[in-house]
């Protein structure tokens, strides 16, 4: 029997990676996309099909994780096998700028999703994974960290996370409701939002090597993230939920990195020299900053059997052939205008 999923957040970076290997995996998967002007289903393309194709095993919904009545709706109709709650404001940074919105998607839309699938737990099974982050650990009070250290947030991203964090918690014990957190680290790929620090750096590199920029704008450069593959840690996500009971996992490395490494491994991989080129710009600083992050993922190991197979300096490499390929469509593009 075919198992059917839902993803919110299905258009993100690891919305998209989940989709894949979901299709892969031989299941019907279904997407929650919020309506806008304009379409924003680039990362979904190269899979998607017409919906009334009968080959198709994607199918996108419009909905919003704020509209509780809707998720509910779409939850009831859908009668999905598994739910994977990715759907988020997702950037640490913004969260300062709009922190009662963020709450709102973050905290309030985990709920929303955790309602609408104890409604439908009433008359069929469904399992549940929440999205969490190693943001929750915050201010840390052990390195590394584990399933079991106490979260100290620092922003109100981390805030709502950890709302959703134990929102999924009580409604597993609750009610009774197959539900997980996963507690990922950095997790990046060619597919990351532009905005973000990885994603920034590797496209900057491959532009300013290309000629078609000179200089990038960062701000603390002595952050230390462990940094992980997006395309690993979805694959954590699945095996989560066909895990025989509902726990909470960490999927990390186990490595930390600054992020001058990172400049040194995307730079460095295109034969330059990232501080000819960076500047400290103090409006990219939070004003609470986290300073280091660092995950243990042995329970995920040893219970899951699940392990990272892109290391650090392999994940940049990867990165930057990626966006090397894109600067060079945009010199092409400018230089027929």
């Known amino acids: 029997m075919t198992k059917r999923a839902l993803i919110t957040g299905i258009t993100g970076q690891d919305g998209s990676y989940l989709a894949e290997f979901l299709l892969e995996k031989g299941y019907e998967v279904h997407g929650i996309v919020r309506r806008s002007s304009s379409f924003n289903t680039a990362r979904l393309d190269h899979v998607y099909r017409d919906p009334h194709d009968p080959t198709a095993n994607l199918f996108l919904h419009y909905g919003d994780l704020t509209d509780g009545q809707n998720i509910t709706n779409l939850v009831l109709d859908l009668q ?30 985990a709920l929303n999703v955790l309602e609408a699938a104890r409604q439908l737990n009433k008359s069929k099974e469904v399992r549940v994974y929440q999205a969490s982050s190693s943001e929750m650990y915050g201010d840390v009070l052990e390195t590394p960290q584990t399933e079991n250290t106490p979260f100290r947030p620092q922003s109100p991203y981390a805030c709502a996370k950890v709302y959703a964090f ?4 009580n409604y597993r014990q ?63 996500m699945w095996m989560m939920l066909q895990h025989h009971e509902p726990d909470d996992f960490v999927l990390a490395t186990g490595e930390t990195y600054r992020i001058r490494d990172f400049l040194d491994y995307s730079f460095g991989y295109l034969d330059l020299d990232w501080e000819k080129h960076v500047e400290i710009d103090p409006r990219y600083f939070r004003p609470t ?40 469509q945009e010199a092409a593009t400018e230089s027929q205008c």
């Open 80 to 109: 999905p096998d598994e739910i994977y709650n990715l759907g988020a404001q997702s950037h640490v940074r913004v969260s300062f700028d709009s922190p009662v919105y963020t709450l709102q998607v973050v905290g309030g839309g």
């Open 166 to 169: 134990y929102q999924t918690v």
């Open 174 to 236: 609750a009610y009774d409701l197959f539900a997980v957190n996963g507690i990922l680290y950095n997790h990046e790929s060619p597919r990351r939002g532009e905005t973000f620090v990885t994603r920034k750096i590797t496209r900057a590199a491959t532009r300013i090597k290309i000629g078609l920029q000179e200089k990038v704008y960062l701000g603390n450069l002595e952050a230390r993230r462990d940094w992980g593959y997006a395309r690993d840690y979805v694959e954590g």
């Open 289 to 328: 900053e986290v300073d280091l992050l660092l995950g243990d993922a042995s329970k995920a190991r040893s219970v899951l059997g699940w392990s990272p197979r892109v290391t650090c300096r392999e994940l940049a490499q990867l990165m930057v052939d990626h966006d090397l390929e894109l600067a060079k």
